[in-house]
C-alpha cells in the first residue's frame, strides 16, 4: 500500500515570497490533515479536511495560509506572503477512522529567509 | 485547552538500559492517549495507544499505562536497543474527535 506522499521535500524561499506544498493521501482515506512541525516543537493542527470538507482550521493563520482538498482526494496549503516564523515541517496526514488511523507523511521543510 | 506535556530532552542511555519519557496531559473528559515515534529520516509512526484510563498500550517491547488520577502516560522500556534511537511524541484526542495534540517530543540516542 503506497503511503502519504508529500512534494517538494525541501523549500528555501525569501520572506514575503509565496509557497505552496502538495499531499496525496492513502487511496480511500476520507480525512486529510495538515499539521506545521517547528523546530523542537510537536506538530500543531493546521487544517482538517473530511472528503473536501473542512472540519477544523481553527489553528489556521487564515491571513496568509489556506488550503484546499480538490475533489476530496488531493490538497495544496499555500502561504502567501511567507514569514519568518513559518519556517517549519508541514505534515500531512490522512486516516479512514479514529486518530490512531492516521498516516503521516514524510513532510515539506520550509526555510524562510 | 488540552495539551500535552513531554520531559524535557535529550535524553541519552547506554544500550540495554531501561528507558522511562514522561508525559503529562491536560484535558477534558477522557481523552484517548497515544505514542508516536520519529526516526531519523522516516514520518512519524503510531507505536501504541490507551483509550481509557488504566489501560495498558504496548508494541516492540515499550509500554504505557493510562493513569486517569495522575494524568500521565509515561512510556517504559525494560532494554532499549541502538535502533530505538528516535524521536518520541506523546499526544491526545479528546473523546469522539479525530485531531491529534502533539507534545513537544523528546529526542532519544542509545549509544552501543
Known amino acids: 500500500e503506497a503511503g502519504v506522499a508529500q512534494s517538494p521535500r525541501y523549500k528555501i524561499i525569501e520572506k514575503r515570497q509565496s509557497v505552496a506544498f502538495w499531499c496525496n493521501p492513502i487511496s480511500g482515506h476520507a480525512t486529510l490533515y495538515w499539521y506545521q512541525q517547528i523546530l523542537g516543537q510537536g506538530p500543531k493542527l493546521l487544517i482538517q479536511?473530511?472528503?473536501?470538507?473542512?472540519?477544523?482550521d481553527s489553528q489556521l493563520p487564515k491571513d496568509r495560509f489556506s488550503a484546499e482538498r480538490l475533489k476530496g482526494v488531493d490538497s495544496t496549503l499555500k502561504i502567501q506572503p511567507a514569514k519568518l516564523e513559518d519556517s517549519a515541517v508541514y505534515l500531512c496526514a490522512s486516516s479512514f477512522g479514529g486518530p490512531e488511523t492516521q498516516y503521516f507523511g514524510p513532510g515539506t521543510r520550509l526555510l524562510v529567509l | 485547552g488540552n495539551s500535552v506535556t513531554q520531559m524535557e530532552g535529550p535524553v541519552t542511555l547506554s544500550e540495554e538500559a531501561f528507558l522511562t519519557i514522561n508525559c503529562t496531559y491536560t484535558?477534558?473528559?477522557?481523552?484517548?492517549l497515544f505514542w508516536y515515534v520519529q526516526y531519523p529520516g522516516e514520518g512519524l509512526q503510531l507505536l501504541l495507544k490507551a483509550t481509557k484510563a488504566d489501560d495498558k498500550g504496548s508494541n516492540k517491547g515499550f509500554e504505557a499505562t493510562y493513569r486517569k488520577e495522575t494524568t500521565s502516560f509515561h512510556l517504559e522500556k525494560g532494554s532499549v536497543q541502538v535502533s530505538d534511537s528516535a524521536v518520541y511524541f506523546c499526544a491526545l484526542s479528546e473523546q469522539g474527535a479525530q485531531k491529534l495534540v502533539f507534545g513537544q517530543g523528546t529526542r532519544l540516542t542509545i549509544n552501543p
Open positions: 479536511f473530511q472528503n473536501n470538507g473542512v472540519v477544523d
Open positions: 484535558a477534558t473528559g477522557y481523552p484517548s
